[in-house]
């Protein structure tokens, strides 16, 4: 059952529990009420008629015994008793409900039921008519309450009509405010599956209700943090395609010219050898060919190099950090390095180290661009299976509000999210630049 029914069942069913509540307090007021009020009367009536039997003369008995003594139908308008006269034998010669009064609609059956009660506790009162000691008939004064009843019954109708309408305008102002307080339930969906569709530009808008207002705020930030990530995701994947291209072009390249050339060179020397008319001219040739290997072992180093740290395996992180600090500091003679390396890095995952060692390298190739500084720090330390690296410079730093073209940080962030580590960066214009990074460690597989 949906919010705007169950709200109107529990409201509809309050209001019968109270009208029900409040109707039995009615009903049993107007029983009271009624009960003390038909007793006086009938009091005052049987006290009225006990007088009029005492002043009945001998003279009187024929119109006693045509029932016209006591002019009841005139005390028709004695609505609380029913006042009948009869004679010797029990016939009734006269009453004051002659004719009937209730042009009213009857009330129904429940209500009659819900006050006939009354009268059982009324007792009926018989009066013995005796003119000079004979007995002439009797007079029964009987509670009578059913015109109480209609008038009672009237009263109540109305309440009852005015408590309906009530019900009705409560219900209907409540099942349309809780529509319309709903009503952004449903921009909430329709931008929820918008955006599950994979259209990232779906927002809420600002709502009128301040709780729905904050979830849409919410939802509106929510959207546009995953709509810049996802954007920024792409990039890097693009990014990513394109120095993977570029880093194949400039093999090919270095292949083709370098390698291609020498190895030209070496099939000339070999040729050459083979039709050597002396030995010295032959050794010639070798010794040219041995060159050119030479030249090609040092050109096939530095292509390794670059495709993958040397060193990281055989002789481990410390020394290749070192090795390639060194060579950094030979191009950047203006910069002091303090390098701090601690901990054991033998039994650690290689795509960790590899990691530490690019992370390393990014962060030297950015203070060789950017930086213009002096000093540098770097430290790499392993504690408790954590290794926890912190790169500061002391040049210009840089505005971090201002969105960067390349994408060497975020790759560097990137990377480390993706080890479920920590990345962080602080600088500031002329404060240089701090990078600290919390990788985890995993065991060698
Ligand atoms: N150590 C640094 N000192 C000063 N500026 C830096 C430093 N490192 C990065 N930056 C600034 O941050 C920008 C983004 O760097 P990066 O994400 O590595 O991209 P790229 O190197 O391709 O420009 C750089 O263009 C530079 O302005
Ligand atoms: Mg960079």
Redesign the pocket.
Known sequence: MNLKLRLNLIITILLLLIMLIGGSFTIKNARTNIQAEIASTAILAVHMLNAEIANLKTSDQPMIKSGAIFKLKTLNNIRHLKIDFFDVSGNLLDSNRAHSNQDKTPPPDWFIHSMDTVTDELPVNRQPVYVASQYLGELVITPDISYEIIEEWEDTKGILILLGIFFLVVNLLVYFSVSMALRPINNILVALTDLEAGNLAARLPKFTLPELSKISDKFNVMANTLQSSIESNHSLTQQLIRLQEDERKNLAQELHDEIGQHLTAIHLDASAIKSAKNIASAQESANAIEQVVRRMMEIVHTMLQRLRPNGLDELGLDSALGELTSTWLERQPQIKLDLHISGDFLNIDEAILISVYRLVQ??L???A?????KQLTISVIKENNIITMSIH?D????DTT?K?????????KERVEGLAGRFELQ?AINE??T?TIELPCTKKG
């Open positions: 990014e962060c190739t950015n203070i661009r950017y930086a213009n500084a410079d040049g210009i730093g840089f201002i960067p073209k390349g994408f060497g940080l975020a790759g560097m600088t240089g630049v990078i």
